[in-house]
């Protein structure tokens, strides 16, 4: 099996949104789920919201990332999480 880069897009339930720690707990979700953070960046969306998108690489055994974005979800202050790119790693 190769493995995958996947991009999850993650929006705040309100401008004042505490990223630091919406980060870090969903960091600690993706390892315990397989995966390792390789890259984060906050996108300016409107009106003061921003969204993080993490992007990691999993084993494509993994399967579905949906438990992962539902655990993600429940974080304090998330309103949703969303898969926004899947790539096989080639090398």
Do not use: H, Y
Not at 1 to 26: C, G, R, T
Not at 33 to 49: D, M, W
Not at 78 to 84: A, D, G, K, L
């Amino acid at each position: 099996m190769a493995n995958v880069i996947v991009s999850l897009k993650i929006m705040p339930e309100s401008p004042q949104a505490d990223w630091s720690s919406i980060k870090k707990k969903a960091t600690r979700l993706i390892e315990e789920f397989g995966g390792a953070v390789g890259r984060e960046k906050l996108e300016n969306i409107a009106f003061g919201l921003q969204a993080l998108t993490l992007t990691f690489v999993m084993s494509e055994a993994l399967g579905s990332t949906e438990k992962l974005e539902e655990s993600i979800s429940r974080i304090s202050g998330v309103q949703s999480v969303e898969v926004t790119d899947v790539r096989r790693a080639i090398g």
